[in-house]
């Protein structure tokens, strides 16, 4: 594989006539929450290098991680609400709601220890709610709303 595209990484693969169907195990323990996309091109025997295949891909956080942080989220799947809490006050954090597609839904500023979203009005599916918070990765958590 072509580490080409910035921060690449190679993976070697072993010579085949044929890739379709050819399984690469991709680990994601040390990626930032968040989007991320991978991209694959191979190198031909003749030295000419395929089109490009790529998949975008979300890391999410777990509710274990944001409890490390003094932080919860729930109830989780949502209803008319969600409410996030913190052990203290403090520095802002910065609280999106995105639709599956990545749209905005919601942004709020968060200084106090507790906010309460209102979800009433969103449809079934699944939702990200994206902290960002100074000097840290921002953090993604996956929402279902039933």
């Known amino acids: 594989m072509d580490p080409g595209f910035g ?46 295949n790529s998949i975008t891909f979300d890391v999410f956080v777990g509710i274990d991680e ?3 942080l003094g932080i919860s989220a729930g109830p989780n799947p949502m209803a008319d609400e969600l409410v996030l809490r913190r052990s203290s006050s403090g520095a802002p954090i910065a609280v999106d ?3 599956a597609q990545g749209r905005l839904l919601r942004s ?11 979800t009433g009005d969103l449809s079934e599916g699944s939702y990200l709610l994206l902290l960002r918070m100074e000097g ?11």
């Open 7 to 52: 921060n690449a990484t190679a993976m070697a693969t072993a010579a085949a006539p044929e890739i379709n169907g050819l399984l690469l195990n991709v680990l994601t323990d040390a990626l930032a929450a968040g989007p991320h996309t991978l991209s694959v091109r191979s190198l031909s025997s003749t030295g000419a290098w395929s089109l490009t």
């Open 66 to 68: 944001l409890e490390r």
């Open 97 to 99: 709601v995105l639709d």
């Open 108 to 118: 709020e500023r968060w200084s106090s220890d507790r906010l309460v979203l209102s």
């Open 136 to 146: 840290r990765d921002p953090l993604v958590l996956k929402l279902v709303k039933p």
